[in-house]
């Protein structure tokens, strides 16, 4: 029996404890007397948090007015749920009921986090009372907000079923004060997203308006703050039909696009990408970065956002030192910058103050917006400020070395420093850079230094510098060549001077080094391409007549040096010209110099001085017997066949030589004696050689006749232009202009062709009166028929222009004066030219092409396709018109067509339209041409299927009768 009462009283005080405990745990949180006369109050303190169990938590109450501790369970509503719990204790101590609301927002920045912020959500699912009417749901846009009644005397505790894991901020609030709460930031929050909004769509018509990168940039930052300022004031959830209790991705979107914006902001504004083009690599792979960022924001809100808000902190910092950093260096955009940053790291601080929750009270969240804004408005201040002064802002006066230094910045020349007395020379980086060295590979000894410099102007450099140094005075003014880290060498105009010091001693050397690399060998090609001959590459008739000279002054110095010259003719080259085509022609002329070079020594001469004539100056034999094996070899040589593919060609050529007697004559009488002694051979059949005797003069006499003959000619104005339709030929062969064509119908030897009387007119200087006849009555034919006939726009006559007239200066200046008397017509003019005499000297061509263009001329390219130029010339030359030539159009094998004209002439169609020039098909004989050109989508076309060249009157009724069917 002792032992069974022992027992008990053991089982009575286990249990007494136990139920101590529960009773401790059930009283443990704080019960909260309701204040009378204070308008809200924070609960957070009193809160107690538990776990689930099951989905259920059983709590012991706080002690009622009578002073019973009640057991209660309370089952989650969500079932299949287990979510924690928060339990708090209210009392109204006076004796009239009270009704209060339960506030839970559901995100506050105060103490929100920065590496895993909390970015809100549903706080409270559920309330439950330990007695008494269950608080109800109060529709609220921002938080959980419950209504509370509480009796008089009565203490009540209230188990809230969270949403959340945790319950951050509970507000006991009066319910007319948190109206007027509520009410009291609605103005605040107007005005902050009216000025946001206004900043934005400013900003982005700013953009269209002047254009210029950095407006996007701060429109971009504009509208991510005002994205956020939507979603921070609880707008933007409703207009997308979401709760803000589940915006969370979105504010973190909204805080990634943030950081982005001002990312992009300072790149863009501080012009990053010129100050190293590392820079460029480095924003793309942030950009990318960023926009991962915004992304993943949608898939892990917190994280992303924590990453958000480092990045904005990083950024602040990094862009004061770049800010800074520019500043120093006088960067206008920099300094300009330097308040708003400033401005922008005080917001910062203060937003991280907030966030870690050192500032937290109710305006700090609407401070952060407002400051937003701010940033937003005075960045957009500062770029419009920088736009509108062309970024001409300049912060104080610039003194005079500053303003030199700037000019020498513009300028792109590099400086040149020589300390003398320190034996340092110190150049640009740039130039560094320019020659493919390292930095600072250029500074050192002015020894180093020369040793770079070109031996043929080491010299002549030194020279200059030690004259300067003696003489105190002077400049130097000069081009030299530095040898680059390749090895090449790179032209630069040296410009400097000496500087004196205290002592009138030179001290330094200083100047500008300019890169003329460029200019010299545009320069070098301009020169050569005015004396070779551009197919050939050998000497033309200019070179080749000084050289002939050079040569006569030096045989009356030595008599026993006797210059031998040969003209060599290719017999009936232009038939086999007309036949084979104008680029296997061109083929055959390159193998002939190339077998005629082989057969001459580097004292002799050889020349392309015309289109099938080449010239020879023989200083290295002086025998005649030896001087005539050497021709007979020429000669020899031609005949061998030349080998085109498939088949083989022989040539033969007519020689004239003449040997120079020591009497008095010019480069031109003794080159006039060997081409006499070359007609001379050619009368005889051709294919043999001849000297020149005192009987060839008859030839000469002849060749004098005609020049007299065509001089008269141009004086009377007897030649005369036919017009050559050029059609539209898929409308209907509509006329749509015309090529004119000079004839010569000679009262003794009959119709002179073009080909014999254009050559003579360019030896005998007189092609460019010929040029300006055949242009005036061009010009006054296309006068007529404009006054006669509507003409439509498009309607033009062609001029052809020899070699000799494209290279004479002379020529633009009477086109100058040829169009100002026929302004009317000017539009209606077109001149044309063949692709290898735009080839003799591209360079000057390019200049007097675009001098006609500027006229208001056409230009037209003769011959496409049949010459050696590159197609990359095609778009330095300003023609508006190609023409196909008729070997494209004609060609036959033993099939018929061949079987390369037709993919020819569609690929040169489609180059044509895709550079907007008009094409047009010469030629052109028969219906099947036609046929095929208008398959092949060719609009002109130019032959005798549509007629021959006609006089003007003839042409002018071919005008009227098509006019008459329209």
Not at 519 to 544: I, Y
Not at 598 to 626: C, H, W, Y
Not at 920 to 936: F, H, M, N, Q, Y
């Amino acid at each position: 029996m002792p032992s069974s009462r022992a027992r008990l009283f053991v089982l009575f005080a286990v249990l007494t404890l136990a139920l101590a405990g529960l009773t401790a745990r059930a009283t443990a949180f704080e019960v909260v007397t309701v204040p009378d006369g204070i308008n809200a109050v924070n609960l957070r303190a009193a809160l107690d948090v538990l776990p689930g169990e099951d989905g259920s938590v059983q709590i012991s109450t706080a002690p009622g007015e009578d002073g019973i501790i009640r057991r209660i369970e309370v089952i989650s509503i969500q079932e299949g749920t287990n979510p924690n719990w928060a339990v708090f204790a209210l009392r109204n101590e006076s004796d009239v009921q009270i009704e209060r609301l339960l506030v839970a927002p559901y995100f506050r920045l105060p103490g929100s986090g920065v590496l895993h912020p909390d970015l809100g959500s549903g706080r409270i699912t559920a309330m439950t009372p330990s007695h008494g009417l269950r608080p109800e749901r109060v529709p609220d846009r921002e938080a959980d907000v419950f209504d509370i009644v509480i009796d008089p005397g009565a203490t009540v505790t209230l188990v809230v079923e969270l949403t959340s894991d945790t319950l951050p901020e509970l507000y006991l609030w009066e319910p007319d004060a948190y109206r007027d709460y509520i009410n009291s930031f609605t103005l605040f929050r107007g005005v902050v997203l009216g000025i946001a909004s206004l900043a934005a769509v400013f900003l982005t018509i700013m953009f269209v308006v002047k254009g210029r990168g950095v407006f996007p940039a701060t429109a971009t930052l504009a509208w991510a703050v005002l994205a956020y300022l939507l979603i921070d004031f609880g707008i933007f959830g409703p207009l997308l039909g979401v709760s803000n209790a589940n915006i969370q991705p979105f504010r973190a979107a909204a805080e990634a696009a943030l950081a982005t914006a001002l990312f992009g902001f300072l790149f863009i504004y501080l012009n990053l990408h010129r100050w190293h083009f590392r820079f460029t690599h480095i924003a793309l792979g942030l950009s990318a970065i960023f926009i991962a960022l915004f992304v993943y924001a949608f898939f892990n809100p917190a994280l992303a956002a924590g990453i958000s808000r480092s990045s904005l902190a990083l950024i602040g910092l990094v862009g004061i030192f770049l800010i800074l950093l520019l500043s120093i260096r006088g960067y206008d955009r920099a300094v300009l910058l330097v308040p708003t940053w400033v401005i922008f790291l005080a917001w910062l601080f203060y937003a991280w103050s907030v966030v870690t929750g050192q500032v937290s009270n109710d305006i700090a969240q609407s401070a952060v917006a407002g400051g937003l804004v701010l940033i937003v408005m005075l960045l957009g201040f500062t770029a419009i400020q920088h736009a509108f002064s062309d970024g001409q802002v300049s912060i104080g006066a610039l003194s005079e070395v500053e303003r030199r230094a700037l000019a020498m910045t513009g300028s792109g020349d590099f400086v040149f420093d020589w300390n003398i007395d320190r034996d340092r020379v110190n150049v640009s980086e740039e130039l560094a850079v320019r020659l493919g060295e390292r930095k600072g590979a250029l500074r050192g000894a002015i020894k180093r230094w020369l040793d770079r410099v070109h031996p043929e102007d080491r010299d002549r450099f030194r020279t200059a510098l030690d004259t300067l140094i003696e003489l105190k005075r002077g400049k130097i003014n000069s081009d030299i060549r530095i040898a680059g880290f390749d090895g090449n060498f790179r032209a630069f105009r040296m410009r400097v001077k000496p500087v004196l010091g205290g002592d009138s001693q030179v001290n330094r050397i200083v100047g500008s080094l300019q890169d003329v690399t460029d200019e010299r060998a545009s320069r070098d090609r301009l020169l050569h391409d005015a004396v070779h001959d551009s197919l050939t590459g050998l000497p033309n008739r200019q070179l080749f007549l000084d050289r002939l000279e050079r040569a006569l002054v030096r045989s009356r110095e030595f008599e026993e040096v006797k210059p031998a010259v040969f003209l060599i003719d290719l017999d009936k080259f232009t038939e086999i010209d007309e036949r084979i085509g104008h680029m296997a022609a061109d083929s055959l002329l390159l193998a002939v110099s190339r077998r005629l070079s082989r057969l001459l020594r580097p004292l002799d001469t050889l020349a392309r001085i015309s289109g099938d004539q080449f010239a020879v100056v023989l200083l290295s034999e002086q025998s005649a017997s030896k001087i005539a094996d050497i021709a007979e070899q020429m000669r020899k040589a031609l005949r061998n066949p030349f080998n085109f593919g498939d088949r083989d060609m022989t040539l033969t050529a007519s020689i004239g030589i003449t040997i120079y007697d020591n009497k008095p004559a010019t480069a031109e009488d003794v080159l006039r004696d060997a081409e006499l002694a070359m007609h001379y051979a050619k009368r005889h059949g051709g294919d043999r050689i001849e000297a020149f005797r005192a009987a060839t003069r008859s030839i000469a006499v002849y060749a004098q006749a005609m020049e007299d003959d065509l001089r008269d000619a141009l004086e009377r104005r007897d030649l005369q232009l036919y017009y050559q339709p050029i059609v539209d030929i898929q409308n209907d062969n509509r006329i749509i202009g015309a090529e004119a064509l000079l004839r010569w119908q000679h009262p003794e030897r009959g119709q002179v062709s073009p080909s014999a009387f254009v050559p003579l007119a360019e030896r005998t200087g007189q092609i460019e009166k010929l040029g300006r006849i055949a242009f005036e009555e061009a010009a006054e034919q296309a006068r007529v028929l404009s006054t006669t006939f509507k003409l439509p726009d498009d309607f033009y006559i062609s001029v052809n222009m020899s070699a000799a007239q494209l290279t004479s200066e002379s020529l633009l200046n009477d086109m100058r004066t040829l169009v100002a008397q026929h302004k009317s017509v000017a539009r209606h003019m077109k001149l044309e030219v063949t692709e290898s005499q735009v080839m003799t000297n591209p360079e000057h061509a390019v200049y007097m092409l675009q001098a006609f263009k500027a006229l208001g001329l056409g230009l037209a390219l003769d011959d496409f396709g049949t010459g050696y130029s590159s197609l990359a010339y095609l778009h330095r030359f300003p023609f508006d018109t190609i023409k196909l030539p008729a070997e494209f159009i004609q060609i036959r094998d033993d099939s018929g067509v061949s079987h390369t004209q037709i993919p020819i002439i569609a690929a040169v169609v489609g180059l044509a339209r895709e550079l907007d020039l008009a094409l047009i098909a010469e030629g052109v004989e028969t219906d099947d041409e036609i046929a095929r050109l208008k398959s092949l989508e060719c609009r002109y076309a130019q032959g005798f299927a549509f007629g021959a060249a006609m006089p003007g009157q003839e042409f002018a009724r071919r005008l009227q009768a098509q006019q008459s069917k329209a």
